[in-house]
Nanobody
C-alpha cells in the first residue's frame, strides 16, 4: 500500500541544521512531484518547498529561501529537506506530500490528511534555545 514515512525531526538551537527525510513506497515515486509542508500551532498549513518528478525544478516559500533545500533520490524513493540556519519561527510539524501533478502541490486549500496515504505523518521540528 501507499506509504510516506517521514523522519529526522527533533530539537535544535537557532542557527542549527536538520535534515528531514521521507521514504516512499507502494507507488511509482518517480511519477510524483513532492512537497514539504509545515503547520505551526494555531497557524495555517504552509507550503515550504516543492520538487518536480525528475528533481529538475524546485520552489521554495520566501520564508525559507536560501536556507532550505529540497532534493530527491528516485532510486531510493526518498525526498529530503535540508534545513540550515534554523530560526525560532521554523518550529512546526512538517509533512511530505506526493501528487502526480506538481501544480496541485500549490493548492492553497491543502492540509495534511491522516486518511490520505499520499501524506506522510507529521515530523516535529522544534527550534529553541
Amino acid at each position: 500500500q501507499v506509504q510516506l514515512v517521514g523522519s529526522g525531526g527533533g530539537l535544535v538551537q537557532p542557527g542549527g541544521s536538520l535534515r528531514l527525510s521521507c521514504a516512499a513506497s507502494g507507488f511509482t515515486f518517480s511519477k510524483y512531484a513532492m512537497g514539504w509542508y509545515r503547520q505551526a500551532p494555531g497557524k495555517e498549513c504552509e507550503l515550504v518547498a516543492t520538487i518536480t518528478r525528475t528533481g529538475g525544478t524546485t520552489n521554495y516559500a520566501d520564508s525559507v529561501k536560501g536556507r532550505f533545500t529540497i532534493s530527491r533520490d528516485n532510486v531510493k524513493n526518498m525526498v529530503y529537506l535540508q534545513m540550515n540556519s534554523l530560526k525560532l519561527e521554523d518550529t512546526a510539524v512538517y509533512y511530505c506530500h506526493a501528487d502526480e501533478d506538481v501544480f496541485q502541490l500549490f493548492r492553497p486549500d491543502l492540509v495534511p490528511r491522516a486518511d490520505d496515504d499520499y501524506w506522510g505523518q507529521g515530523i516535529q521540528v522544534t527550534v529553541s534555545s
